[in-house]
């Protein structure tokens, strides 16, 4: 596993070097995780940052390099959200892939990031940065519920 935690480590810090410039001065990071897109015949990757506060949504390429704005979504910004069909209503939790998606629904428009972690074999097979960063993640998005 050695390999693996290596290759994890790596990640987080890359994730973490992509989202601090969009951070506000002593704000800090308490997570961060990868996270996709799906589109009809392609995908949208991205760099997702967690503050006691926001989100920081940075769009990403192949090579983890920032593609465009990054995007900030506070509490108030929420105007609806479910984690894994989870806190989104009866719609969203039969919705056919609800159970691998975060969803995020701002005046804006919405997210639904698909995101490593949240299984017992997707948690197995992320790394302890991108488990942290879901955790946090997964609670900033429950305590936007009104």
């Known amino acids: 596993m050695g390999r693996f935690a290596d290759k994890w480590a790596e990640a987080d810090r890359m994730l973490r070097a992509v989202l601090e ?5 002593g704000e800090a990071l308490v997570g961060a995780v990868h996270a996709n897109e799906p589109k009809t015949f392609s995908t949208q ?3 997702v940052g967690v503050t006691p506060e926001r989100l920081v949504v940075q769009p990403v390429d192949r090579r983890w390099a920032p593609k465009g704005d990054a995007r900030s979504i506070t509490r108030a910004d929420v105007t609806g959200c479910s984690v894994w069909g ?11 892939n609800a159970d691998q998606q975060i969803r995020i629904e701002t005046a804006d428009g919405k997210l639904e990031l698909m995101v490593l972690g949240g299984t017992l074999t ?7 940065g991108q488990l942290r960063g879901l955790d946090a993640l997964s609670e900033l998005m429950l305590s936007t519920r009104r």
Do not use: I
């Open 21 to 25: 410039p969009s951070l506000h001065p």
């Open 45 to 47: 990757l991205y760099a």
């Open 86 to 96: 989870w806190g989104g209503g009866v719609g969203s939790w039969l919705s056919t």
């Open 122 to 128: 997707e948690d197995a097979l992320a790394g302890e």
